[in-house]
């Protein structure tokens, strides 16, 4: 059965305390409704209705999804229409401020994740959790699926001393849960006084993945334009921490990787004797148009993911890490500081959330 979004029951849901409280909305690009009709369009609908909708706010990429890149920031600015506020928390702040919250009863938070604990999305949930717990706002949260599925877990718990915008709470890389069960966990464990409602999805199941929602994929960033990219990323993600190109500024991000100084065939030869499960890398070819390498031409690979149910994204990513360094020793080298506000440790090391040493020996 085709999934049904809690937005799209947003009259039959909506808790009846809360008629006619004022609420902010936390949305970006693909938080749309089954018919692709965006959430700002449909929470205008009921205003004056169901609630008095009195202000927007935006996570990372933006409102609109139109900024690229990691540490890109946006400003707050008014909606054109409507005449309230749509406040940045990834520019001067990524936690509200008290005066963003003035004007609410109720935050609602309606955001696509896509199951990886780097994706900064569910931290931006976090935070306003922690905004609101602190000034008494309530949080609605729209729970949406996940897309890489339900039941499968891989990577280590965060260790607290690695906290970071890509990491503040223990959970795995891949985490296995839906925005609304994250939301759930962290009023649990970190937030017990914040008062939560998780408004549920309809006939979603643990073991779907997001082509079987009967629901359309809409780009949640700029650089997750597809469910293939999704299924890698959790892995793929690490290259960041490098200097290996992880196919920004190409139409393939997170599933080609490269750089000008790898051997594309040997590269491929050696990963693909690892005989890791459910994919196969192929030889690859590109120049890509912004970001690392921009304009060079890179040899590395494509991931062609097999067997999805097989394929482990994480242990993919930590070997194509391990095969490049033990290939290319002299030229590899690690991402150095700052990387999501983090001005310290390694990228590498807030990204697997703990010390390097526990996969890469030095």
């Not at 920031?73 to 990524?94: A, D, F, V």
């Not at 293939?228 to 892995?235: F, K, R, S």
Request: charged share 20%; hydrophobic share 40%.
């Amino acid at each position: 059965m085709r999934v049904e979004l809690p937005l799209d029951h947003l009259d039959e849901l909506w808790p009846e305390k809360f008629h006619g409280a004022r609420i902010g909305a936390l949305l970006h690009p693909a938080s749309v409704s089954s018919k692709l009709e965006h959430a700002s369009c449909i929470l205008e609908r009921h205003n004056g209705d169901l609630f008095r909708l009195s202000a927007f706010f935006g996570p990372q990429h933006g409102f609109l999804g139109q900024t690229q890149d990691n540490m890109v920031e946006w400003k707050s600015y008014e909606h054109p229409r409507l005449r309230i506020p749509i406040y940045s928390l990834y520019g001067e702040h990524r936690e509200p401020v008290a005066e963003m919250l003035t004007a609410l009863d109720v935050l609602l938070v309606d955001l696509q994740d896509v199951g990886a604990r780097y994706y900064t999305f569910i931290w931006t949930l976090y935070l306003c959790m922690r905004a609101c717990e602190k000034g008494g706002i309530t949080v609605v949260v729209l729970d949406r699926p996940n897309p890489i599925n339900g039941t499968m877990t891989e990577g280590p718990l965060l260790d607290p001393n690695y906290k970071s915008f890509v990491g503040m709470h223990p959970i795995p890389v891949r985490h296995g849960r839906t925005i609304g069960e994250l939301a759930q966990q962290f009023h649990n464990e970190a937030f017990p006084n914040c008062e939560l409602t998780v408004l549920p999805m309809k006939h979603w199941q643990r073991t779907m993945w997001f082509d079987e929602t009967g629901r359309q994929w809409v780009m949640p960033s700029p650089n997750m334009p597809t469910l293939d990219t999704a299924t890698v990323y959790p892995g793929m993600c690490l290259l960041e921490a490098t200097n290996i190109s992880e196919g920004r500024g190409t139409t393939r991000p997170f599933e080609i990787f490269g750089a000008p100084f790898i051997n594309a065939e040997t590269l491929c030869q050696e990963l693909n004797a690892l005989r890791l499960p459910g994919l196969f890398f192929r030889e690859n070819y590109f120049q890509p148009m912004f970001q690392k390498f921009a304009g060079e031409l890179c040899s590395g690979a494509q991931i062609h993911v097999t067997c999805r149910n097989e394929f482990r994204p994480f242990q993919t990513g930590i070997e194509i890490i391990r095969v490049i360094r033990k290939l290319y020793p002299d030229q590899f080298s690690w991402k150095q500081p700052p990387y999501e506000y983090e001005t310290e440790k390694l990228p590498i090391e807030i990204l697997l959330g703990g010390p390097m040493k526990q996969f890469f020996a030095d």
